[in-house]
């Protein structure tokens, strides 16, 4: 397995300790990914205490692979990133100032997913997630409006919601690779 490894650093503080881990054949892989990049995470508890932050590309067949993560332990650590590249999460709260704080200029987008299963939770119907879906498959202004006006006829509660998201981190006409 240390053959796999590509790179291991383990920082050990005061503070704070980190190891990050990116296997050879994942990193070789992530250059012909798309400029996104999805985060994942998770809390360690126990004896134990911490993160486990993964980042997640996906290449032009729809195929996902771990490009890198790394285990926290007390202090997130902070790295350079293009700002070429895209990051999805779930709506965790205040994760996109955090994100913006440490990766200036970066784009951000909110994975739909989760913003359907957030409505789903209090209204569900499968016009719902259709529309939904087409208004992040918005690909200019106009069409996410029209898109927004046919959802709000069919459910204004969930047009509430969406409506107080802001379009850049849910649409695709804010996408710079697609501009």
């Known amino acids: 397995m240390m053959r796999m490894m590509q790179n291991i650093l383990l920082v050990e503080g005061s503070k704070n300790s980190k190891g990050y881990i990116c296997f050879k054949g994942c990193k070789e892989s992530s250059l012909n990914c798309r400029p996104i990049i999805r985060l994942d995470g998770c809390f360690l508890k126990g004896y134990y205490r911490g993160q486990i932050l993964a980042t997640i590309g996906g290449d032009p067949n729809y195929q996902m692979l771990l490009i890198a993560y790394v285990v926290l332990i007390d202090n997130p650590c902070v790295q350079r990133v293009r700002s070429t590249y ?3 999460s779930n709506q965790q709260k205040g994760l996109l100032s955090t994100i913006n704080d440490l990766f200036h200029g970066v784009d951000q987008r909110f994975c739909v997913r989760h913003l359907y299963n957030n409505s789903r939770k209090k209204f569900h119907s499968k016009k719902l997630k259709e529309l939904i879906w087409r208004t992040t498959k918005a690909t200019y ?39």
Not at 143 to 156: I, S
């Open 141 to 179: 202004l106009q069409a996410w409006e029209r898109e927004m006006k046919e959802l709000k006829l069919v459910n204004v509660e969930v047009f509430k919601h969406l409506i107080r998201i802001p379009p850049e981190v849910v649409t695709l006409f804010y996408l710079e690779y697609l501009n």
């Open 86 to 88: 895209t990051f999805i």
